[in-house]
């Protein structure tokens, strides 16, 4: 199995732009997380979706932080417009469901860079 | 959730036990300890979970106490892979659903030397 797969593993940006993160959660997971780590407030839980439905988005930070999950295999992540702040790791986790005993799996993160 | 408590940090010998506690002394009672760990520049990484038995794998054992307010993981031959910040978490349901959220916290920054 290949693992949760995320793209592009690096991005740098000039604050204002747009920026988009790709997910490609383990084939068969329904469950479908995206986390932020900063040096600052660690990681942090951003969005999360059910069988590709968003169930709590209450991490998001701002209105400029928008997440899509069109089908089971792909979720992106978008931020509009980029501010220097944003600047973090981003990951994003898939488990084969949303319950206690269901282990999320972790992609290798996207590290993003707003100048 | 229930807070966790970990030393900031832990020191271990190559193929020596490692021990690292965890303290989580208001935890109710359907909430489970979930460990993961974070190796340098990798996504965070699944160790084990337990309710209130002792539970272990072929990465690590989990020894919670009888009163569930603190567990310990055991790397019982640790080796220079095995540094990494390890992260204890109560995982507890969001409120009415069958979420279980994973918090994570500060955790132990965990260093094996030769």
């Known amino acids: 199995d290949a693992g949760v797969i995320q793209s592009p593993r690096h991005e740098v940006t000039e604050m204002g732009q747009e920026v988009t993160l790709r997910c490609k959660p383990i084939?068969?997971?329904?469950?479908l997380f995206w986390y932020r780590q900063t040096m600052m407030r660690g990681l942090e839980l951003l969005i999360y979706?059910?069988?590709?439905?968003?169930?709590?988005d209450s991490g998001m930070p701002e209105d400029r932080f928008s997440a899509k999950m069109p089908n089971a295999s792909f979720s992106t992540l978008k931020i509009q417009p980029s501010e220097p702040r944003d600047s973090a790791v981003y990951f994003c986790?898939?488990?084969?469901?949303?319950?206690?005993?269901?282990?999320?799996?972790f992609g290798p993160g996207t590290r993003l860079t707003v100048l | 959730d229930a807070k966790t408590t970990q030393p900031p940090s832990m020191d271990c010998a190559e193929g020596r036990a490692a021990n690292l506690p965890c303290n989580h002394s208001?935890?109710?009672?359907?909430?489970?300890v979930y460990w993961y760990r974070q190796i340098h520049s990798q996504g965070p990484q699944y160790i084990i979970h337990?309710?209130?038995n002792n539970e272990t794998n072929e990465m690590a054992s989990l020894i919670i106490t009888e009163d569930r307010k603190s567990s310990t993981l055991i790397l019982p031959h640790a080796t220079l892979r095995d540094t990494a910040v390890y992260y204890c978490?109560?995982?507890?349901?969001?409120?009415?659903?069958?979420?279980?959220?994973?918090?994570f916290g500060q955790g132990t920054i965990l260093t094996v030397h030769p």
């Open positions: 979706f059910n069988n590709n439905v968003p169930i709590d």
């Open positions: 084939s068969g997971h329904n469950s």
């Open positions: 978490i109560v995982r507890s349901r969001a409120g009415g659903t069958s979420y279980g959220k994973l918090t």
């Open positions: 208001t935890i109710s009672g359907n909430e489970y």
């Open positions: 337990g309710l209130k």
């Open positions: 986790a898939s488990s084969r469901g949303q319950g206690m005993h269901n282990e999320q799996f």
